[in-house]
């Protein structure tokens, strides 16, 4: 039987105890309370096949409303410990969606944002890059977290989703970045533009929010703006080179930027200047 981490364990454990479930089995055996105990013990012991099964039964079959509630959120948590996280993603969805009241349902958006992240592809040598790959999970994660945050920011699960939300924005810039890149390639300044654009608004706007920390950069940094200036540079667009040249400088005061990078820089303001005039 597999053992629940040490980590797991002490995380459920606050949960369960800022529910209020209790795990000592005592009452009548033919009962859901003394049932749903039975199944919590299983879920800590770490056997969450047979808790799923517990659980998906009283929910079920129990008349208790209160009971039926927490066996549904149990049993999204079994679920998500076997790594069946899109069959756990859709548990907490219709817990959200049956019992949006519930004082549990942070956990629930938190658990299938989670979800959504672990499903998330990873990079690996011999795969292409992840952020190549399918972005739906990215979405997905990056929706429940935000609701999360706007529904319930002062609470336990916001902070942490705080956190974890950053990662789903991280990995949507990336892929506009993917595919701007695959653009360049292809000769085609005007798909760039908007790739990178679309990246640097993405993230202002998270910052904006406060749901990102000032601290992050991904594409309204100087290498990704020098990009940009490229872009628009191809695109015979002047203004776009000179807003990308103002906010690549702006960018480079507070971040390390390399010569060459300020080189190429320099020589499109003077091209623009002498434009100008």
């Known amino acids: 039987m597999r053992r629940i981490s040490v980590v797991a364990l002490l995380t ?3 949960l369960f105890a800022c529910s209020g479930a209790k795990v000592k089995v005592t009452g009548d ?3 859901p309370s003394y049932q749903y105990e039975k199944a919590m013990n299983e879920l800590l012991s770490g056997d969450y096949t047979q808790a799923a099964t517990m659980f998906e039964e009283l929910s079920a ?7 039926s509630q927490m066996a549904t959120l149990r049993l999204g948590d079994a679920i998500f410990f076997q790594a069946r996280y899109a069959e756990a993603a859709e548990v907490y969805r219709q817990f959200i969606e049956q019992y949006s009241r519930s004082p549990d349902w942070p956990h629930a958006a938190y658990m299938r944002g989670l979800c959504f992240l672990r499903k998330m592809p990873e990079d690996h040598w011999i795969l292409p890059p992840a952020e190549s790959r399918e972005m739906s999970d990215a979405d997905n994660a990056y929706q429940s977290f935000v609701s999360l945050v706007q529904g319930a920011p002062d609470s336990y699960y916001a902070m942490r ?3 974890l939300l950053a990662k789903t924005v991280e990995r949507r810039c990336r892929h506009h970045l993917y595919v701007a890149a695959w653009y360049e390639k292809k000769d085609r300044p005007l798909g760039v533009t908007q790739r990178i654009e679309q990246a640097i608004a993405d993230e202002t706007g998270e910052k904006a929010r406060g749901r990102i920390p000032a601290s992050f950069h991904c594409a309204d940094s100087p290498p990704t703006l020098l990009r940009l200036a490229r872009a628009y540079d191809a695109a015979k667009n002047p203004a776009g080179v000179q807003k990308s040249i ?9 971040m390390k930027v390399s010569s060459s990078a300020l080189k190429e820089i320099q020589a499109l303001t003077i091209k623009y200047e002498t434009t100008a005039k």
Not at 61 to 67: A, F, G, K, M, R
Not at 246 to 253: D, K, L
């Open 29 to 31: 055996p033919a009962g």
């Open 12 to 14: 459920l454990m606050g």
């Open 61 to 67: 079959s129990t008349l208790n409303p209160v009971l």
């Open 246 to 254: 103002a906010r690549f400088n702006e960018r480079s005061s507070t």
């Open 161 to 163: 989703a705080r956190l």
